[in-house]
């Protein structure tokens, strides 16, 4: 009886879960040559000519409203290393990703998901 009733809880708690707890969206990738004058949430702009990469752009994904914008050129510092995942679509950036000023969001793209750092 006691483990009818614990699986039933476990049920419900799932059920509850999928109502309330967001499930991630994976941002789409945007290639460009100019970053447009508005800046679509749930995408990130990698802006560049041909498999030249300059910057990456995307909205600060707290909602916010802050446009975070990394350059991926070697030479600059600091610089994220774009990695295409030609299986999916879709991109990662490294290192992670620290907003110091405003909302000091801190977080990974990786696989076009944001995966959020705890605070230590």
Known sequence: MILY??????RFW?????WFVRKPRRLTTIYLEE???????????????????????LACPC???AIIQVSLLPDSK?????????????IS???????????QSHFFLRHGLIQW???G
């Open 14 to 18: 799932l059920w509850l879960q999928s």
């Open 93 to 103: 950036l490294e290192p992670s990703i620290w907003r110091e000023n405003g909302c």
């Open 78 to 90: 600091p610089y994220w290393r774009l990695i295409e995942h030609a299986n999916d679509g879709t």
């Open 117 to 119: 750092c705890g605070r």
């Open 35 to 57: 970053l447009p004058d508005a800046i679509a949430p749930g995408a990130v702009y990698v802006l560049g000519e041909g498999r030249s990469h300059w910057f990456a752009a």
């Open 63 to 65: 909602g916010c409203g």
């Open 5 to 10: 009733i614990v699986e039933l809880l476990v």
